[in-house]
Structures are given as C-alpha cells and as structure tokens.
C-alpha cells in the first residue's frame, strides 16, 4: 500500500503534470477506445441472430475482369437452391421502397425487405407480436400481408398490440399486418433500416428473364458445413452456366462468405483498420511525451532517489514506486478517456451511414471495457518503465555531491528524450500526410470531370410496382406520359428516365461482341456495363454525343434494335473506324441479339465513388424496348432557375398527376447526392483532421516541454555565458537550432513514413489518394514553423538569464 500512497501524495504536490498527463491520456485513450467499438460494431460485431457465423451471403465471381455480382436473378436463384444442399435454409431478397398509407395518417414512403420461402428458417426469428409468413403467403396471390420491425410500430403506431390484424395501404394495395418483429431482428448495418419484411414472390417476367438480377441470396449452413464447401457444391452449376451461357457467365465460380462480411467493401473496411492505425499515432505521440515528462520529473528527483537509495531502498522498490504512479495516472486517464469516447461514439451514430442508413449502435461492452483496461495498463507500462529503470539507477555519490547544481540529466537521458522527440515528430508528420492525402483527394474528387455535366441536374429513384403495371406494355405507356408530364414542368430544359446513372454504380453487366458465336456459343467479346434510357437522357445528363445521334422520339417497343456505345467501347471494337453502322451483339437467353450502334456519346465516370476510376465499356439501350420495373428520373434545370431543388415539389406533383398512388424517393440534385455518398469519407477526412491537430499539438507540447526543461537546467551556465560576453541572440538561435535539428531527423524519417501511407493509401482508394508532393512540403513547412513557435519562448528565458543568479548558484 506504501507505494501507492506515496503516489498519490506525489501526484498531489505536482498538480500540473497531473492535469497534463491525465488529459493526454484521456484524449489518447478517448479516441482509440471509440475507434475500436465502431470498428467492432462495423466489422466484428455478430449478426444478432441465433448462430450468426453460420449465416453466409452468396456472390458471383467473374473471371474476364475483376467483376462480380451481389445479386442474383430469379432464374439463379432456382437453380442455385437445389444444388446448395450444405444450406439448412436458403432466402433470396431484395430492397425496395413502398408507399404506406395509414387510415389517419399521411402517406409516407418506407424501406421494405422482401423475402422469400425459407427467410424466417435462415433467419431463426421469432415474432414479438403476431405471427410469421404461411407458406401460403409466398404463393402468387396470396401475398398481401406484411410485417413491421418494432421501431416502425412504435414510432408510427404507437407500440400499439392492436395492429395485428389490421389492414393497410401499400403501394395501392390492401394488406394485412399478420406480425411485429423484434428490435434484434432489424440488424440495421445489414438490412438499411428497413420498416417492413414482406413475402417475395418471383413475377413470370422475372423468371423469364437471367439477367435481370436484383436478389441478394444467404443462407444457414447445416452442422459442420463450411462455406468453402457451399462453394464446392454449386461448382458444377457454375461451369454448366458457364458452357450454356458464356457470354452471361464467363468464368464463373460461387463465393460464400460470412453475413458479417459482407457489411462493408474492401475499401471501406481497409479504411477503418487505417483509421484505427493513425488513432494509435496519437496514443503513442501521447505516450511520448509523458516518457518526457516523466524522465524530466525523474531528472529533478534524483536527488531524493539517492538519499532514499542511500538510506536501503532496494531498486525494486524504487521502480514500482515509479510504476504504480504512472499506473494510476493511466487508469484515471483511462476512466477520462471512457467518458470521452462514449460521447465520441454517441457522434458517430448519428454521423456515419452504412449502407446509407444512419444511427446505427456504437456499444461499449464488456469487451470493449476490458480492451479500455488492457490499453491503460499498456500505456501507463510504456510511458513509465523506462523512467522508472533510470530513475532507480541513480549514482549516489555523484548526486549528492552535485547539490543543487543544474543539471539536463545523464547523456543517455539526453539521447533518449531526443529520441522520444524525433519520434512524436515522425508520427505527426505522417498523421498530418495522410490527413492532407485524404482531405485533398476529397477536394479534386468532388470538382473533377466526370465526363457529363453534374450541375442543374436534379434525380429521384422510382419504383413501379408490378402489381399495378405487371407487363412491359403498361410500363412503356406509363413511361411515355410520365416523361411528356416532367418535360412540361417550368423551368425544366431536358427531362429523361434511365434504369441506373453514373453516380455510384454503373449499371447492369452483360457481354457484348462483334463476331458471331461459334457453334459452341463463343466468340470473342468482352463485359460492358448496359443501360436502359429515353432518348432525351444524354441532353438531360450533359453528355456530349460524338457522332451519330440519340434515340429517335418515336421507337417502338417492337421497332429497329439501336444502341449507343461510349467512346472507350467504340475504340475496342472500332479502333480505326467509325462505330455508327456497325452491329454489335448479345445474348439473351441463350441467343445472340444484334443490335445496331446509331450513335456514339462520350466515357462517363460515377461521380460519387471512390473506386478505381478506370473507364468501362458502356451501352445505351432505348427504355421502351426493356422496360424495367424502376427507373431513375432525370431533370435538367433551364439557366438562371436558381436552385435545382425547387423542381423537386413539382416533379412529385408530376408523378401523383400519373399515378398518385407512387411516389419518388431520394429526390436530391446531383451536387448533394455526391456529397452524401461520400459523407462517410468526409467524415474520415475530418477524423483525419482531428487526429494530425492532436498529434501535432502534442508534438509541440512535448517539444516545448523536453526544450523547456533543457532551458531550464542549463539557466546557470547561460548566465555565466552572457557574463563572460556571450550575445543573447547567440543563446537565442543555439536554443533553436538544437529544436529545429530534432525536428529535422524526425521530418526525414516521417517523410518515409508518409511515402509508405500515400502507396497503402493509394492501394486502398486510387481515386482519393494520389502523390502529392505540394500537400507534403506544406506540412513540412508547418511542422517547422511549429517548431520554432515551440522553441521561441524557451529560447527567450535563455536570454533573459540572470548573471548574478548564476555566479550565486556557483
């Protein structure tokens, strides 16, 4: 107990370095804490299901090109079913947004999961209220019925137990609430939110058509099955889809992976792990200077060492009087830093989107308390031992013969606080890199030409359901009077409708060739991304037209197959020639179709992702020829409407004018749509921010502490230096050279650590992070004017050393 309160009593007499060391570790323990539970609640956290790591997502691989596919069509899914025997359960799914009006309330629009046959065997769920889906309510027909998640029923009904039985709207259709599932169940990582879980039923359409995939397939693995064996099993379906359909299928081979897995992409998932790598930077930088300021304290107490030393105490001793100090300031940082990153999660929730869905749960459990433990032990081990094996050493007779004397320390002590110096400087250089990589990747990112004009253009997402328009026919009619409608809007120059937009993704993938298969179905083709417009849509997107011109106003469904090619697909088949006349062919169910290039446009880039932005293969197909069941909904705003947005309450109007039982979702502008798909990165790109302030701030905390103290001890030889004739501007710049040359080696060494992060960088995100030597030297600069700033006030109580007090002193 003796070393405790001696370390209590210790830390008590020193109230400064107290307040110092306990707010460093808090803000280091603080923010590698709140790193850990969003990285734990993002990538480690279990599906909150019975036996989640025997829940596996499904995925396609390509092999012409690093292409895969997250969903499935309705013929994949019923051929993947039977052959994937290692499932217990299998559900396909999908997302969509339904119009829910409730007796007494105003129609709103909420995200619905559909699934089916299998989902609540794959699942393990059990309802809070009500009941699940009969297996009658997955037949055709028979499938007006849905459930609510608990948040939706309490948030729009009120918890109230009598909405089992109840009948509700749904995208104009009557159904009936038959269940409320628990809060468990959402999983809002995974599911995005979602406010109800309806039965899926495959359309005839959908079942007739392979490349139309929009299911996402998981499963429950049976007892001792591994994914690699799933994979395994559906080898075969593979190749035999490969050899029917080479074209839809080339190289094709199944991947399973853990549900968990599949909550985040690789980047995303790399940047988090980053993340947490630069926030321990900072823990270390912290760590650093409390090694500094303990070794300072240890200088400045050596004399009492050496008399406690003298008087018996064994060195033992002497370091766990030491250590228990540093482990105690460690632990009450540590409780600090708790506080801190339960409010820095608390933003985090509100302030990260996964999968577009914000509030997800950040917790601080049992783990993450013992994580918290762990590092505080850690810490206050790392910052204090080496200190303490000093401070135990001291040479007894030398000391107590020094008296009173200034001194800096053994030489050793010297080398080792400039060694700690060097490296807080290394490791701001390179958290302050990585910050200026990121933050001005961002800029270029969000001001780049992406090949079509993002300005003026405002977008919404509308789904049509099947049930109101179940042919081609009814939607290429409701497609015609929608467009004519949008385009009469004032203030609206170009109105058009497209199956996808170069926003995030590009589009559906299917092969393309210009030779004609050869009897086994092969011919020389390559993938290219394909999407279903009107013919107004290069006008309304800004997409310049190279040569040729756009669909013509008047195609029929049944009328001449034309397409249109970016340039990038044109040179790959055309590269010394003109595309407009040639044919270019694909497969559909089986068959090849031809269809006839009219027209070619300029490469376009999703404008919102941070991928690789090679340029892909792109072909434009008329929208009344494949009329799908959702479209994205383009206006472009005449010059000088000001704000794009104030067209969004009049194409709602249009729309209710159509069909008033729909509505749009995510009506934004272009400009907002890109700065919200990337909101998570800014985020980063702040954090990033945040942690090169506080490095760089402990960094010339500590500067200023090792060159403070440096001042300090040697005060009486400066006097009797300005005695002898010695210059104060001498002592002024020797103060600062001694800083600016610490700050030198770790600038030499942070600059190849700064290398290395730019290439993992660049790995990760080659879009975002690229070289960028002006970023690098302006943090050099400012490192070194940190410096001097960090070195001036000590330099200044150099000058001002008294030569009487020093000749006193002596």
């Not at 939706?152 to 609430?177: N, S, Y």
């Not at 910052?383 to 001291?394: H, K, N």
């Not at 001005?440 to 993002?454: P, Q, V």
């Not at 700065?675 to 990033?688: C, E, K, P, T």
Request: one cysteine or more; glycine letters at 8%.
């Amino acid at each position: 107990m003796f070393p405790l309160r001696y370390a209590f009593r210790s830390l008590a007499k020193s109230p400064g370095y107290t307040a110092i060391a306990l707010v460093t570790l808090a803000l280091g323990i603080g923010v590698n804490t709140s790193m850990f539970s969003i990285i734990d609640a993002l990538l480690f956290r279990a599906a909150p299901y019975a036996e989640p790591e025997k829940l596996v997502q499904l995925t396609g691989q390509l092999q012409s090109g690093p292409l895969f596919f997250g969903r499935f069509s309705a013929q994949e899914v019923r051929e993947i079913a039977p052959q994937a025997t290692g499932f217990a359960a299998l559900t396909a799914y999908d997302r969509t947004m339904a119009t829910l009006a409730a007796p007494g309330q105003p129609a709103e629009r909420l995200l619905a999961i559909r699934f089916t046959r299998g989902a609540f065997e794959t699942l393990r769920v059990a309802p809070l209220l009500g009941r699940t889906f009969t297996a009658e309510e997955f037949q055709p027909g028979r499938d007006q019925v849905a459930m609510l998640t608990e948040s939706a029923w309490r948030a729009r009904f009120a918890a109230d137990p009598a909405i089992i039985g109840r009948t509700l709207r749904l995208d104009g259709e009557i159904v009936t609430i038959v269940g409320v599932l628990p809060a468990r169940a959402e999983y809002r990582v995974y599911w995005g939110g979602a406010s109800l879980w309806r039965p899926l039923n495959f359309t005839p359409d959908q079942l007739n058509f392979r490349g139309y995939r929009q299911f996402w397939v998981i499963g429950r693995l049976q007892p001792d099955v591994t994914p690699a064996a799933i994979e395994a099993q559906l080898a075969p379906l593979a190749a035999r889809q490969t050899q029917e359909f080479p074209r839809d299928y080339p190289g094709l081979h199944y991947e399973a992976a853990p549900l968990n897995e599949r909550v985040l992409d690789n980047v995303r998932r790399n940047m988090s792990w980053m993340l947490l790598g630069l926030a321990g930077f900072v823990l270390l930088i912290g760590c650093a200077n409390l090694a500094n300021l303990q070794l300072a304290r240890a200088t400045g107490s050596v004399r009492d060492f050496a008399i406690r030393a003298a008087l018996g105490a064994s060195r033992r001793h002497l370091i766990a009087q030491q250590l228990t100090e540093s482990l105690l300031l460690s632990l009450a940082g540590g409780a600090l830093g708790l506080l801190l990153a339960g409010w820095l999660n608390t933003l985090a929730e509100h302030a990260l989107l996964v999968d577009g869905a914000p509030g997800f749960t950040v917790d601080i459990d049992a783990r993450i308390l013992a994580l918290t433990l762990l590092i505080s032990v850690f810490t206050g081990v790392l910052f204090g031992l080496v200190p303490a094996l000093i401070a135990s050493r001291p040479n007894v007779v030398a000391t107590l013969k020094a008296q009173g004397r200034g001194s800096t320390g053994t030489r050793s002590q010297q080398r080792l606080r400039h060694a700690l110096i060097i490296g807080e400087v290394t490791l701001a250089l390179v958290l302050l890199a990585g910050a200026a990589i990121i933050n001005r990747g961002l800029a270029r990112m969000l001001a780049r030409e992406s090949g079509w004009d993002t300005g003026r253009v405002l977008t919404a997402i509308l789904p049509i359901p099947e049930t109101r328009y179940p042919t081609a026919a009814r939607r290429v009619e409701f497609f015609h009077q929608l467009e004519e409608k949008l385009a009469a809007i004032p203030g609206v120059e170009h109105a058009a409708l497209a199956t996808s937009l170069p926003l995030l993704v590009d589009g559906t993938t299917r092969q393309v060739f210009v030779d004609a298969p050869a009897a086994d179905g092969s011919a020389a083709g390559i993938v290219a991304v394909h999407q279903m417009v009107t013919s107004d849509y290069f006008s309304a997107m800004g997409i310049r037209l190279l040569e040729g011109h756009a669909f013509p106003r008047d195609l029929q469904p049944d009328g001449p197959a034309y397409i249109l090619v970016n340039e990038t697909l044109a040179r790959h088949f055309w590269p010394n020639e003109s595309a407009v006349g040639k044919r270019l062919g694909s497969v559909q169910e089986g068959q090849p179709v031809w269809r006839e290039v009219i027209g070619v446009v300029r490469d376009v880039e999703p404008v919102a992702s941070a991928e690789n932005p090679t340029t892909r293969l792109t072909v434009y197909r008329p929208l009344v020829q494949e009329p799908w069941s959702y479209v994205n909904v383009v206006l472009r705003a005449a010059p000088g409407i000001g704000a794009v947005e104030t067209l969004a309450e009049p194409l709602r109007r249009a729309i209710a004018a159509q069909d008033p039982d729909l509505a749009a979702d995510f009506v934004v502008s272009v400009r907002t749509y890109v700065a919200a798909a990337q909101s998570n990165m800014i985020l980063v790109g702040r954090l990033l921010i945040g942690f090169a302030v506080l490095g760089l701030v402990l960094a010339a905390v500590g500067l200023y502490g090792v060159i403070s103290h440096t001042v300090a001890q040697r005060l009486p030889e400066f006097g009797i230096r300005l005695a002898l004739g010695a210059l104060p501007r001498d002592l002024l710049r020797q103060v600062l050279i001694r800083g600016v040359r610490l700050t030198t080696f770790g600038l030499a060494l942070g600059l190849v650590g700064a290398l290395v992060l730019g290439r993992l960088l660049g790995s990760i995100m080659p879009r975002l992070a690229r070289p960028d030597p002006l970023g690098l030297a302006g943090v050099v600069l400012l490192l070194l004017v940190v410096t001097v700033v960090a070195c001036w006030f000590p330099a200044q109580r150099a000058m001002r050393a008294n030569p009487l007090d020093a000749l006193r002193a002596e």
